[in-house]
C-alpha cells in the first residue's frame, strides 16, 4: 500500500517569498502524484500532477513540482507566493496501474499568506 | 469541462436517521467512483471505491453497512449514511474518471457536509 508524508503543517510565509512544501511517498512500484489545492470552504483543484516523463511538471498559477525517484519526493514549488495563495494544499500518490485507482492523499499543509 | 455534481451540498440530519448524498458525473461515464471523508482540517481519507454494476470496495476500518454506497448506473453513485450518529459529522467528497481514460484525469464533486445532530 502507498502512503504520503507532508512534514509541513503550517507554513506562514509573508507575499513574494519563495515557497517549497515536501511531499514525500511510500510505494514500490510505478506512481501517479498530485498536487491538490482547496481554497476555504472550497472544492479541491488540481494544481499539478506527474505521470511520467520529464520530472520538473508546471502547474497553474505558477506552481511546479519536481518528481525526484531517488528520494521518493515531489516537492511543490512557487517563486514568489500571494495573498491569494493561501490554502491547504494536499500531495496525493496513486499506484501507476493505467486504470482509476484510488488516491492516497497526505495530511495536508495549511499555507498561510501575510500581506 | 467534465463536472461531477454532488447533491445535497449542505444536509443537517437528526441522530439515528439516514441520509443519501448522490455523486453525479454530468457529461462523461465513470465505471468507478470513489468516496472520501474529510474531518476539519485533516486530509481526505479514502472510504470506499465505488464500482458500477458490482460491490462497492471498503476500505479498511469502514463499516460496509453504515456506509451504504450504490453504483446503478454509469453517472451515479450513492452514499447512504445509515443511523447516523454525530461522529459521522464530516466533509463527505466523491472523485470519478471517464471510461476508458485510465484515470488520467481525476474531478472531484464539491462535496457534501453532513451535520448530524
Known amino acids: 500500500a502507498q502512503s504520503v508524508s507532508q512534514h509541513n503543517h503550517h507554513v506562514i510565509l509573508s507575499e513574494a517569498a519563495s515557497l517549497e512544501l515536501g511531499c514525500n511517498y511510500s510505494y514500490g512500484g510505478t506512481v501517479n502524484l498530485f498536487w491538490y489545492v482547496q481554497y476555504p470552504g472550497q472544492h479541491l483543484q488540481l494544481l499539478l500532477k506527474y505521470f511520467s516523463g520529464d520530472p520538473l511538471v508546471k502547474g497553474i498559477k505558477g506552481f511546479e513540482a519536481e518528481f525526484i525517484k531517488s528520494k521518493f519526493s515531489f516537492n511543490l514549488r512557487k517563486p514568489s507566493v500571494q495573498w491569494s495563495d493561501t490554502a491547504e494544499y494536499f500531495c496525493a500518490v496513486r499506484a501507476n496501474t493505467g486504470t482509476a485507482s484510488k488516491l492516497t492523499f497526505g495530511t495536508g499543509t495549511r499555507l498561510q499568506v501575510t500581506l | 469541462g467534465a463536472v461531477v455534481s454532488q447533491h445535497p451540498s449542505r444536509v443537517i440530519c437528526k441522530s439515528g436517521t439516514s441520509v443519501k448524498i448522490e455523486c453525479r458525473s454530468l457529461d462523461f461515464q465513470a465505471t468507478t467512483m470513489f468516496w472520501y471523508r474529510q474531518f476539519p482540517k485533516q486530509s481526505l481519507m479514502l472510504m470506499a471505491t465505488?464500482?458500477?454494476?458490482?460491490?462497492?470496495?471498503?476500505e479498511q476500518g469502514v463499516e460496509k453497512d453504515k456506509f451504504l454506497i450504490n453504483h446503478a448506473s454509469l453517472t451515479l453513485s450513492t452514499l447512504t449514511v445509515t443511523s447516523a450518529h454525530p461522529e459521522d459529522s464530516s466533509f463527505y467528497i466523491c472523485s470519478a474518471s471517464p471510461a476508458g481514460d485510465s484515470g488520467n484525469t481525476i474531478y472531484f464533486g464539491e462535496g457534501s457536509w453532513l451535520t448530524v445532530v
Open positions: 465505488s464500482n458500477e454494476g458490482s460491490k462497492a470496495t471498503y
